[in-house]
């Protein structure tokens, strides 16, 4: 195993995670209302996300590619909304004790509801490629082992950044009075609703310019 390579995946799938976006926010919003653990295994499902793009740009599976983003009106509509409904009902939740496994959704819907979410963004693809280009893997034209071990080190450079975050929001979530707490669900739910509104205008922006 290339060694190197697995290391550039690694660094890349924590960079890409550690971007600051709806799905970093409803990651946190979920490990303060539900706990550590769930908000953890939500953060998995976005790192197997971000693997599952990778894997498509390192495979250089190139219809798969132009299937889905010629599918990005839709996903994006989809997703936009999706975030702006997720955002009001954060802005009016009222914050209280973290949940008990009874009352937290299951884990099961945790992991595949934000993996779905998360794969509505086909441009990731684009954007995998690129960042392959510019450190020197040539998407599609290596080995199958290569191509799986840089879509591995994608997938547990992201899991790594959900592992950091969440423990950190969970500590700090014991520290934060209610009303802090509060504030910030009203801000990062005002936030989610601008991501939502955005990605719903580029969407109808790109319905418009190939109509």
Do not use: C, K, Q
Request: zero cysteines.
């Amino acid at each position: 195993m290339d060694t190197g390579l697995a290391i550039r995946g690694l660094v890349i799938g924590f960079t890409v995670a550690a971007a600051v976006g709806p799905i970093s926010l409803l990651t946190i919003r979920r490990t303060l209302a539900h706990g550590r653990v769930y908000g953890l295994v939500s953060g998995l499902g976005v790192a197997t996300a971000d693997a599952t793009y990778a894997g498509i740009a390192a495979f250089g599976l190139t219809a798969v590619t132009t299937l889905l983003v010629s599918g990005r009106v839709v996903l994006g509509l989809v997703g936009g909304i999706v975030i702006v409904y997720l955002g009001l009902r954060t802005i009016r939740s009222h914050p209280g004790p973290v949940a008990t496994a009874a009352e937290r959704p299951g884990l099961p819907g945790a992991y595949g509801s934000i993996f779905a979410l998360t794969m509505t963004n086909p441009m990731t693809i684009l954007s995998f490629a690129a960042i392959f280009a510019g450190v020197g893997f040539a998407v599609g034209g290596t080995g199958l082992a290569d191509a799986l071990v840089i879509t591995l080190g994608v997938w547990l450079g992201s899991s790594l950044w959900w592992v950091i975050l969440t423990a950190v929001v969970a500590w700090a979530r014991e520290r934060v009075s209610t009303r802090g707490l509060m504030w910030v669900n009203r801000a990062s739910g005002s936030a989610l609703v601008v991501f939502g509104l955005v990605a719903i205008g580029l969407a109808v922006t790109a319905a418009s310019a190939t109509a």
